[in-house]
């Protein structure tokens, strides 16, 4: 099992930026892929991006392609999402999650698709 812990959410005004963090402890990060999502309030888990076990294949929702950046330093256990070029409506609880599955290679954008869970931390964009 992995345990998740993400940080580094915040108020930022639009057009800023913010830098998330996952910290995982338990089973090596490198054996997991690893996915970001967000969850406004009153509105479904939506999938932000992913990024395959060694951090070469990334995929990321159109509303976040080209301001978003998905890494990783698997020696340090880490995720990481980079935030630029915020906006009013990228406020919302962001999450980061883990697939041990084997037979998934590539980031999914199912939130079904992934077994383990950070708690989430806070986004807030203002305008």
């Known amino acids: 099992q992995v345990q998740l812990v993400e940080s580094g959410g915040g108020l930022v005004q639009a057009g800023g930026s913010l830098r998330l963090s996952c910290a995982a402890s338990?089973?090596?990060?490198?054996?997991?892929?690893m996915g970001w999502f967000r969850q406004a309030p009153e509105k479904g888990r939506e999938f932000v991006g992913g990024?395959?076990?060694?951090?070469?294949?990334?995929l990321y929702s159109d509303s976040v392609k080209g301001r978003f950046t998905i890494s990783r330093d698997n020696a340090k256990s880490t995720v990481y999402l980079q935030m630029n070029s915020l906006k009013p409506e990228d406020t919302a609880a962001y999450y980061c999650?883990?697939?041990?599955?084997?037979?998934?290679?590539?980031?999914?954008?199912?939130?079904?698709?992934?077994?383990?869970w950070g708690q989430g931390t806070q986004v807030t964009v203002s305008s």
């Open positions: 990024i395959s076990r060694r951090g070469i294949n990334t």
């Open positions: 999650a883990a697939s041990g599955d084997p037979r998934m290679v590539l980031p999914a954008r199912s939130s079904h698709d992934y077994g383990y």
């Open positions: 338990g089973r090596t990060l490198s054996t997991y892929v």
